[in-house]
């Protein structure tokens, strides 16, 4: 029984020790939350403008459109780039993003990727590590973005993605990554990056929403305007990421803390049980013996 009642305590301070720590982890995350929805709150409303300006020149404009970043071709080679996080603790938000980068390659683009056409580049340590061991060739150069994260580190990742394609080596560009609703809402998504889409109407013809007027020259400001826009893009998806990963993580850790504290309440009520039943067991040895002795 005192063995009981050691092993017992031990667990009890494991589970203290635990609950500490997710607590401080939860708190680190909230933290670093505020921060990153302030972020993404700030630049969502600008990107979403600015990409639907885009869709709306490439709609208009069709085939007359000479940018190189909206060349459709037939598709044989395709990246898919995969954003996660550098650590885990953070419930299924990396898992998820994995999973839907392999539906991609083995539902969407599985003739594709059956010819070895499907190329992955990885931003963020735990996605480098679901591929690396894989047959799928694996670019890991931009994979510490988040350590430092701003515009002109996330601007170099997009302009060798955006020029890699402008060359041929990518026919279609695809971005995985966790979309930020709310702290405990990521939605893992796909969003085709390059080439840049059209929209179209309902009859399947080029949607016009928006005649635009060129001042001083529509190829210069094509020229300036579109990697512009296809750099916030890819800014803005690290930066849903990041919150993503941080919401992620503080729901996690809330959640480890409470069933932490719910395992602390059964271990207690052991405790209290095993060591009510080792008294009881004193108590009769001690009133045994003294009747014993009584006897004698």
Same mark, same amino acid.
């Given at each position: 029984?005192?063995?009981?009642?050691?092993?017992?305590?031990?667990? %009890?301070?494991?589970?203290?020790?635990?609950?500490? %720590? *997710?607590?401080?982890?939860?708190?680190?995350?909230a933290a670093k939350l505020r921060r990153a929805t302030d972020r993404i709150v700030q630049i969502r409303p600008y990107a979403d403008q600015l990409n639907n300006v885009l869709q709306n020149i490439a709609s208009n404009l069709g085939d007359e459109m000479n940018s190189s970043f909206a060349v459709q071709r037939p598709i044989q080679k395709v990246l898919i780039v995969v954003i996660t996080s550098d650590k885990g603790l953070c419930g299924g938000f990396?898992?998820?993003?994995?999973?839907?980068?392999?539906?991609?390659?083995?539902e969407k683009y599985a003739d594709i990727s059956s010819k070895n056409g499907v190329s992955i580049l990885t931003i963020g340590k735990k996605g480098y590590d679901a591929f690396k061991t894989s047959k799928i060739k694996v670019n890991n150069d931009?994979?510490?973005?988040?350590?430092h994260l701003n515009f002109e580190a996330t601007a170099k990742a997009a302009e060798y993605i955006m020029y890699a394609f402008e060359r041929g080596e990518y026919d279609v560009v695809e971005v995985v990554y966790g979309q930020f609703k709310n702290a405990a809402t990521q939605v893992p998504t796909a969003e085709q990056f390059l080439?840049?889409?059209?929209?179209?109407?309902?009859? !399947?013809?080029?949607?016009?929403?928006?005649?635009?007027?060129?001042?001083?020259?529509?190829d210069q400001i094509l020229k300036d305007l579109v990697p512009k826009i296809l750099? *916030? =893009?890819?800014?803005?998806?690290?930066?849903?990421?990041?919150?993503?990963?941080? !919401?992620?993580?503080?729901?996690?850790?809330?959640?480890?803390?409470?069933?932490?504290n719910e395992l602390l309440k059964?271990?207690? %009520?052991?405790?209290?049980?095993?060591? =009510?039943?080792? %008294? *009881?067991?004193?108590?009769?040895?001690?009133?045994?013996?003294?009747?014993?002795?009584?006897?004698?």
């Open positions: 029984m005192g063995a009981n009642l050691k092993e017992v305590r031990l667990r %009890i301070a494991s589970v203290k020790s635990t609950t500490q %720590i *997710t607590k401080a982890m939860k708190m680190v995350s990396n898992s998820n993003s994995v999973k839907l980068a392999k539906s991609l390659m083995n931009f994979g510490n973005l988040f350590s080439p840049i889409k059209t929209e179209k109407s309902s009859s !399947g013809k080029t949607a016009l929403k928006s005649d635009y007027m060129f001042e001083p020259a529509q750099k *916030t =893009q890819f800014f803005r998806y690290l930066l849903d990421s990041n919150a993503s990963e941080h !919401g992620a993580r503080m729901t996690a850790m809330d959640k480890a803390t409470e069933n932490a059964s271990l207690n %009520i052991m405790y209290n049980r095993a060591r =009510q039943a080792a %008294i *009881t067991t004193e108590l009769t040895e001690i009133v045994s013996g003294a009747a014993a002795l009584s006897e004698g």
